[in-house]
């Protein structure tokens, strides 16, 4: 039996990774954002702990 993980995932999370990504860091990111550089951190953090995605690289 496999577990599976509680996560509720939202478009914001996925629009968080992919500023990170295009951007190349999470304070970059932010600003073009409009958030501060911890909730993209969280949100990505979110993604990687509810298996949606593998670890993401954070040398962003």
């Not at 190349?24 to 702990?49: M, P, T």
């Given at each position: ?7 509720r ?7 968080y990774?992919?500023a ?10 932010a ?10 951190s969280?949100?990505?953090r979110?993604i ?6 593998g ?6």
């Amino acid at each position: 039996m496999t577990r599976r993980a509680n996560i509720r995932f939202e478009l914001r999370h996925l629009r968080y990774f992919v500023a990170a990504a295009e951007c190349g860091s999470f304070r970059k990111a932010a600003d073009a954002l409009g958030v501060q550089e911890a909730a993209v951190s969280r949100r990505v953090r979110g993604i990687e702990g509810g298996g949606v995605l593998g670890d993401v690289d954070r040398g962003l």
